[in-house]
Structure formats: structure tokens, C-alpha cells
């Protein structure tokens, strides 16, 4: 199977965005505002002559006059900046389904306005505004043929807060360091509710998406996540950096350790680039409560639509998988065999075998697996390691996908045993060769009909929906880092209470969540209702479970069955009651049915009264902790009685009503 089509947005299409100018209006142009009137964004020259915005919600201001502007080689827009005309407010809607997502079907609805800058040298550069009821999304356009070379310098692009605005963001590691010189991979903890301003604790800055509070008084309160999406492969990945005034963070680019290599040791390049084009990914900032915040989609409203590809071997689902407990030693073919065995009883779709397991099973092994699984209506799931020198990672197969004609007999050799997807890990940062490699991977394991799940990796970004056969993608310090130690186990609820409401917000998590039995060497802190309220939490393609089957058999049959039922997609999200870092209740739908999930991160214990009319005249069941932490008790319940419930420190719950 080949695909068609560009990911590459083309020539004509930026001109397109040119021509909208024409003709514009000599009257005060309008106020660019959200379809509900709600939002609203003012874009203006300064009196210094340089390129600025702000943004209001409710008549209230959210982002303060903040800078817009970049830097090419021999192309300032920076200063001296004019505004020489502004398009009329255009409608724009969209619609589109989703594989991956808190949603499945998706109608975006925003209005545009584009405006055309002129620089001292009469440079051109568009500037593109959207703004739907839940926030607001700019990118820049370059098509000026008098700039024979576009190639990025510098972007000036800040977001301005009020002082007492507080924030919840994970740090950037430091390029090169970390296990095997594996940094950066979004794999930090968060600092939470600290105070805009707050220096970054490993010096790089904050990672996206980037979450704000703005207002002190609940009544009062505005909500903002920060981050970017539509990453095409000509643009590096930014992350923000504390600004030069309290409160003003501006994009930051990659650190220069943050290229592709390749097997000759050829270095691949660290930023932004284009000749007859360059336009730069959508800057996001999603706004308004923390209900519209956390129901957005704005993550994946503005990235690229979806390639022409095949569907039918898209199928998002949940799988065992031996490593998140058991570790290298465990990669064998007895021992896989019985995790397909485990996937089956589980009623799973997909079994993972990790690193190694072409030195450990081998190729003609792991085809009697594929196999055997196939008698069970199992997926067969296998790791690779991306790297080529830039880290020093001995896990295998390593080096083998480095290179297209790599990737296209690696890929038709695992199509040709019947392996439904890869597991890629250890990339090596956000520049913008990194961009294209990740890119290039998903064009050609979609070629050969391979579900993707990056690990060690950046942040989506919303190719989930521009490649729908990418499932998940990790990006995050997820469960592995609990059994590693416990300075990493004990903080694990509120680092979770936090990743809902910022990492996994708009893009899948891999976070491998659930377990129930003990972790080897360490003290588990979540009670066992905690870890399986992640399930319906954690949003993830491919749910990589981590609890293994010794495990599993510890707990009543009516978890058991929950998780054989639990959906594979979602249709619909309903956020109920939460604060990041504290708790989180979360409602999804799939078909007629509602779940519900819960989870308590303090120190004390939480009581929720929850409406549940919302699902419709339902009945169902809450399964939640028992007596003791290892314990769960399930109770009979119906939408027409809210109902209360009381958690522990570090407990949650489950709600399906149908």
C-alpha cells in the first residue's frame, strides 16, 4: 500500500491565505472575537514599532500585551513592523472523526483573520489568528519570494501572565544526559502551582503543554493551556523559557545536542527551514473554565487532517505486557507465550515484547508467537530502538530504522510475519531533523500497516490525528520510573493528578498504568481503586497495561470483567470536578454508556457528591476501595440518585452506567 498525498503545506495554499487580504475593508477593522463572543484578540503595533497581542476572556484579561515576531537569515520581523492590511473575519468549521482521543467525532468552529506584515525592508510575513469558544491559535506564513532562503533565526513569540497567576509545568531536561545520554524525553516531575516567573529547576525552561491559572477567586479564575500543534517536519519543536519580565514566558528552540544522526555520522539540522514556503506549527492556547479547558480539542482541531491511508488495521485497544514489572530478564518466548495466554483470558487485544527480543526469541521465534497469538484473536506488539549515535542505548534491534530503505525492509518483514505494530524508543530531542525523522517513521510504518507508539520521545502534537495509525506515544515520567525508585513511587498520585490536566490533555499518554500486586523492591503507595480508575483516566490508543498476571489474579472477578469490557475508543468526555495536583473526576462515553473515574492525590480524604443525571435514565455499578488498600467493593447505582462517595488519600473510583 502507498500513500499520496503532502503533509507539506504547499505554495498554493499559503498564497491562498495571502489573497484573503485583498480587498479588505479601509473601515476600523472588527474585533476578532469567538464565535460565542466570549473570547476576544487584539493584534496591534507598538509604539516601538514591533509586532504585539492580548487576549481577553468574559472582558477580562487573560494574556497581557505579549510580543509576536521571528528572526530568518536576512529577515527580521521582529521591529519595524507594520501592519499593512487585515483580512475581514472569515467563519471556519471543520469536522473529522478520531481513533485516539477524548472524543471521536470532532466539529470545530472558529473565526480567522489574517494579516499582512511588512518589515523595514519591505519584507513580507502573514500572520494567521484563529479563535473558537474554547481559545485561540496563530501561526506565521512565510512566502515572500525576495527571501530566497528561509531559514529560522529566532522567534520572539511570548505569553504574558499577571503576577499572581500560578502554573503547572514539567522542566525541560538537559540534552545529553539522563540513563545512556537519553535527554530529553518530556520525562520530568511537575512543579506545581508555583508562581509565574518560578526559574526552571534544570535551566532549559518548561516543555508543553503548559498549564496556567489566571485569577485568584474562583469565581474569578481563568484557565490556559499552552502548547503547539500541525508540526509538519520543516519546523523544530519549541518549549517555553522564562521571559525577561515576571510573568512572560516566549518560545524557546531546541538545544543544539537536539539533531539526527545518521549511520555516517552526519548531522541533521536544529531548526526551522523552507525555500518557497515556510509556515510554522499552530502556537495553541486553550482558554476559558477548567471544564472548557479540559474538554477541548483544540489539540487536534488545528493539526494537519489525515493522510490517505488504510483503515482496517487501525484498531486501538489494551495489551499485556511483561516488562513494566518483570524487566529484561523476561523477554523469552515461554515467558511472552503466557502473556498472550494473559491477553486472551483478559479479553485484550495486543501483547508488547520489549528490547531484546531479537537476540532473546528472534525473528523465526516471534513468528510461532504471532501465530499462536493469532489462534487467540492477540496482536502481536514489538520494541525497537530509534537511535542511531546520538545516545549510547545498547538495547536491540538498534540502528534499523535509521534510513528509509531501513525502515521499508524492517517494516515489510514484520508485515510479512503478521506484526500489528512497533514500539520506538530513545529518540534524542526537538530539532527540527528529530521532527522529520518521527514523521518519516509513521508515513512508512503506515505503508505497511503498523499501529506506532513512540517512547523516549517528544510530545505528539497532534499526529494522532494527521496519522491515525500513531496510537500513543509516551512523553511523560510514567509508571516504569516507580519501579525504578522510590523518591519516584512516592509523589506518583499527585503527579498523575497532574498529568490529566496538562500532559494528556489534548495527546495521547502512554503512561502504562494499573497495577495491583506488589512492585519488586519497592512500597506501593496508590490503593488498588487508584490504579484502576487510571484505566478510564489515562487516555492512550493502545492501553499498555502493567500489571501481569499474578497480579490480576489477586482481585475479585467483577474487576476483572470491568477490564474485559472496558471500551477501546472513546466518544465523548464530560469533565465533572478536579484541581491538578489535588484530584480529578472524569465521565467518557462509548456508545450508550458512560464511565466515570475518580482519584484522590491529597493528604486527606476527599468527599464527591456526583450528579449523575447527566448520563440519562441508566443504572450500573461504583467500584471503589474496600477496607483495606489491596481491596475493592462494588455497590448497584442509577443516574437518578446523585451519589456520594468518600475517598482515601491516593483511592479512587469506577462508575459504568449503561
Not at 516488562?323 to 503466557?338: C, E, N, P
Not at 486472551?344 to 487485544?349: C, E, K, N, S, V
Not at 503506515?446 to 523516549?456: E, K, M, Q, R
Amino acid at each position: 500500500m502507498k500513500i499520496t498525498g503532502k503533509i507539506l503545506v504547499n505554495v498554493a495554499l499559503a498564497l491562498m491565505l495571502i489573497a484573503g487580504l485583498i480587498g479588505c475593508s479601509k473601515k476600523t477593522p472588527e474585533v476578532l472575537t469567538s464565535p460565542d463572543k466570549q473570547i476576544s484578540v487584539n493584534v496591534f503595533v507598538t509604539e516601538q514599532n514591533t509586532l504585539a497581542y492580548s487576549i481577553d476572556r468574559a472582558g477580562k484579561p487573560v494574556i497581557l500585551e505579549s510580543a509576536l515576531g521571528l528572526q530568518l537569515a536576512g529577515a527580521d520581523f521582529t521591529q519595524g513592523i507594520k501592519i499593512d492590511a487585515q483580512s475581514p473575519i472569515a467563519q471556519v468549521t471543520d469536522s473529522y472523526q478520531m481513533q485516539v482521543g477524548k472524543k471521536s467525532h470532532i466539529t470545530y468552529k472558529a473565526n480567522e483573520q489574517t494579516f499582512s506584515i511588512t518589515n523595514a525592508q519591505q519584507q513580507k510575513l502573514t500572520l494567521i489568528f484563529r479563535v473558537s469558544d474554547d481559545g485561540v491559535a496563530f501561526r506565521y506564513s512565510i512566502t515572500d519570494s525576495t527571501i530566497s532562503e528561509k531559514q529560522f533565526s529566532k522567534e520572539i513569540t511570548a505569553f504574558n501572565f499577571a503576577a499572581s497567576t500560578k502554573a503547572w509545568l514539567q522542566p525541560m531536561s538537559v540534552a545529553q544526559t539522563g540513563w545512556s545520554n537519553t535527554n530529553p524525553s518530556y520525562e520530568e516531575h511537575y512543579q506545581i502551582e508555583v508562581p509565574v516567573g518560578t526559574a526552571a529547576t534544570l535551566g532549559q525552561g518548561w516543555v508543553f503543554p503548559a498549564l496556567f491559572k489566571v485569577g485568584e477567586k474562583q469565581t474569578n479564575e481563568q484557565w490556559v493551556v499552552i502548547s503547539e500543534t500541525a508540526m509538519d517536519g520543516s519546523w523544530h519543536g519549541s518549549h517555553l523559557q522564562s521571559g525577561t519580565a515576571a510573568g512572560q514566558y516566549t518560545l524557546a528552540k531546541p538545544q543544539n545536542a537536539e539533531i539526527f544522526i545518521s549511520s555516517t555520522g552526519e548531522k541533521g539540522a536544529l531548526l526551522a527551514y523552507g525555500r518557497d514556503v515556510l509556515i510554522s506549527p499552530w502556537r495553541i492556547i486553550a482558554l476559558g473554565s477548567l471544564a472548557q479547558v479540559m474538554e477541548s480539542t483544540l489539540g487536534t482541531d488545528l493539526a494537519t487532517p489525515a493522510i490517505p491511508t488504510e483503515k482496517d488495521f487501525i484498531k486501538p485497544g489494551h495489551s499485556a505486557w511483561s516488562w513494566a514489572i518483570l524487566k529484561d530478564d523476561f523477554t523469552t518466548f515461554d515467558v511472552q507465550k503466557k502473556f498472550i495466554d494473559y491477553a486472551a483470558d483478559m479479553h485484550w487485544d495486543y501483547t508488547l515484547i520489549d528490547a531484546d527480543w531479537d537476540k532473546k526469541i528472534g525473528y523465526e521465534k516471534l513468528q510461532e508467537l504471532v501465530d499462536y497469538a493469532a489462534q487467540k484473536n492477540i496482536g502481536i506488539l514489538v520494541w525497537y530502538n530509534s537511535s542511531g549515535n546520538w545516545n549510547t542505548s545498547p538495547y536491540s534491534p538498534k540502528s534499523q530504522l535509521l534510513t528509509r530503505e531501513q525502515r521499508e525492509a524492517e517494516f515489510s518483514r514484520l508485515h510479512s510475519i503478521g506484526v500489528k505494530g512497533v514500539k520506538i524508543d530513545f529518540f534524542g530531542g526537538d530539532g527540527q531533523s528529530f521532527m522529520a525523522y518521527y514523521i518519516d517513521i509513521l508515513k512508512d510504518a503506515a505503508a505497511h500497516n503498523l499501529l506506532v507508539n513512540f517512547h523516549g520521545a517528544t510530545l505528539p502534537r497532534g499526529w494522532q490525528r494527521t496519522f491515525p495509525n500513531l496510537m500513543t506515544m509516551e512523553s511523560i515520567k510514567g509508571f516504569e520510573f516507580t519501579t525504578f525508585t522510590q523518591a519516584d513511587q512516592d509523589p506518583v498520585a499527585q503527579h498523575v493528578a497532574t498529568a490529566l490536566f496538562a500532559r494528556n490533555i489534548f495527546d495521547p499518554m502512554d503512561f502504562t498504568p494499573m497495577v495491583f500486586g506488589d512492585i519488586p523492591n519497592i512500597k506501593r503507595v496508590t490503593e488498588n481503586s487508584f490504579e484502576l480508575a487510571e484505566s478510564v483516566l489515562m487516555i492512550s490508543g493502545i492501553q499498555h497495561f502493567a500489571e501481569i498476571p499474578e497480579g490480576m489474579a489477586t482481585v475479585p472477578g467483577y474487576v476483572k470483567e470491568f477490564l474485559r469490557e472496558l471500551p477501546r475508543k472513546w466518544g465523548d468526555i464530560k469533565f465533572i470536578d478536579g484541581y491538578p495536583g489535588k484530584f480529578a473526576v472524569i465521565a467518557r462515553k462509548a456508545g450508550d454508556a458512560w464511565y466515570i473515574a475518580g482519584i484522590n492525590a491529597e493528604k486527606e480524604n476527599k468527599t464527591l457528591s456526583i450528579d449523575l443525571s447527566f448520563t440519562g435514565d441508566k443504572t450500573g455499578y461504583v467500584i471503589t476501595s474496600g477496607e483495606t488498600e489491596r481491596s475493592f467493593v462494588q455497590q448497584e447505582i442509577n443516574s437518578k440518585t446523585p451519589h456520594t462517595i468518600t475517598l482515601r488519600p491516593n483511592a479512587g473510583f469506577v462508575m459504568v452506567l449503561k
